[in-house]
Antibody, heavy 117, light 107 residues
């Protein structure tokens, strides 16, 4: 079964750091580019970051540039999001999502990040 | 950034109804438009990609179409499991952007 499973969410103070992980299974992870998408509870979806299949190319939404870093380990079938200098407005459910046909065709169940003092 | 504007924001309908949701892009995006369904507490699910291609496993009552920069998701005969929130998303350029969502509620 094709599956993505996020972990690493939690409660962190403003200015703190958190590292999210996404474990992939059931498909050839190394051949797909990947994304992180977030959703503030009760609100819409926001794309956060992209990484190419090799990991050489990355892209970010402006609001997280310089604070978040997307990375991957193809040997471990894993995707990561290092989040530094967290702000209250980063509070959201974070999803990892597989890229296919310029769409997000497979999603994880999400992990919740809460930034609060 | 490309802005995606969905309408309506909410919609009340009954089982068996035909419903239409529209998404307009602020500039040309060719056919790079995708539709997602999100049920409460669940991750989004891809329904339609590149404007009109049905994702594998999605029922054929879901149909996508395009006219210029206007895109439409049509559900031909609503089923109980279709009451959810629907999002469009452009895959033409970065940053990828979503519409604000359309909440489909039971009348």
């Amino acid at each position: 079964e094709v599956q993505l499973m996020e972990s690493g969410g939690g409660l962190v103070k403003p200015g703190g750091s958190l590292r999210l992980s996404c474990a992939a299974s059931g498909f050839s992870f190394r051949t797909y580019s990947m994304n992180w998408v977030r959703q503030v509870p009760g609100k819409g979806l926001e794309w956060v970051a992209f990484i190419s299949s090799s990991g050489r190319n990355t892209q970010y939404v402006d609001s997280v540039k310089g604070r978040f870093t997307i990375s991957r380990d193809n040997a471990k079938n894993s995707l990561y999001l290092q989040m530094n200098s967290l702000k209250v407005e980063d509070t959201a459910v974070f999803y990892c999502a597989r890229n296919n046909h310029d769409s997000f065709d497979i999603w994880g169940q999400g992990t919740t990040v809460t930034v609060s003092s | 950034d490309i802005q995606m504007t969905q309408s309506p924001s909410s919609l009340s309908a009954s089982v068996g109804d035909r419903v239409t949701i529209t998404c307009r892009a602020s500039q040309t995006i060719s056919d790079y438009l995708n539709w997602y369904q999100q049920r409460p507490g669940k991750a989004p699910k891809l329904l339609i990609y590149t404007a009109s291609s049905l994702q594998s496993g999605v029922p054929s009552r879901f149909r996508g179409s395009r006219s210029g920069t206007d895109f439409t998701l049509t559900i031909s005969s609503l089923q109980p499991e279709d009451f959810a929130t629907y999002y469009c998303q452009q895959g033409f350029s970065t940053p990828r952007t979503f519409g604000q969502g359309t909440k489909l509620e039971m009348k």
